[in-house]
């Protein structure tokens, strides 16, 4: 059986009395993408430097490649590409010298695949960053955190700032890295984003770990929207019947409703009928979450 590549297990952390996060437990498979999801505030970020030992917990443990966070930084830190959501690097440093700096630190040889990345994201080397704009500064951090071909990548919202090309060119990024096997924990609350990419998703409420689910089945337990229009003046008051469909609203044949769960029961009550026209929507994973949040409200 692998090391997990991340395993949190009770993680907590307060500000005195003020909470961070509490008892947060999840595990991050090699080669898997997961995503971490919560709105500003929830606790994403105060997690990340948890997991690092940057913040000293006050209670629970992690382990990255099976190794202790605190006891075993050196170590981890040698296998860990990490972008931060408050990135910075000094005013008067420039990419290259940053990049230098950091292969020093981690014996790297050389600056990697550094110019690959550059050229890819069109990111100027020779400028010191506090030349650089915000969505500059940001395609400066992705290399850093990638141009030594870590075995985990840690980023915190790391589309902040890019324009809508660069953030594409992240996300077939991200999809490479996986390819190579690669393990990848993404922060956002950029939940379409996060749809396409990951394989997992946590979503975190006010500190706390409210679910961990796999993408097909978050998105499985959502409720479609459908829309349905048949050739005649057949009533489908029939799908009231059926477990899961709510919001059933007929009028001159033509249905609108919503489903959850099995969708098989559906069609084959739809197949009594002569059907013209039929439109199903996968709710987006914004409404996935919201329910969550109104669940856990309850």
Known sequence: MSVAAIEAEGLTKFYGRRRGIEDVTFAVAPGEVFGFLGPNGAGKTTTI?????????TGGSARLFGRDSRRDSVAIRARLGNLPGDFGFGRQASGREALRLLARLRGVDGLGRAEALAERFD???ERPLGQLSRGNR?????????FHEPDLLIFDEPTSGLDPLMQEEFLTLVDE?????RTVFVSSHDLDEVQRICDR??????????AVERMVDLLGKARRKVSVRLSGPSSLEDLRKLPGVTE???????????????FDRVLKALAAHH???IEAVHPSLEEVFLGYYREEGE
């Open 49 to 57: 430097r948890a997991l690092l030992d940057l913040h000293h917990p």
């Open 123 to 125: 990111a100027d080397l």
């Open 138 to 146: 940001q395609k400066i951090g992705l290399i850093l955190a990638t």
């Open 177 to 181: 890295e996986r390819e190579r096997g």
């Open 201 to 210: 998703v946590g979503m975190v409420r006010e500190g706390r770990l409210i």
């Open 248 to 262: 059933l609203a007929l009028a001159d044949g033509h249905a609108s409703f919503e489903v959850a769960g099995d």
């Open 275 to 277: 059907v013209t026209d």
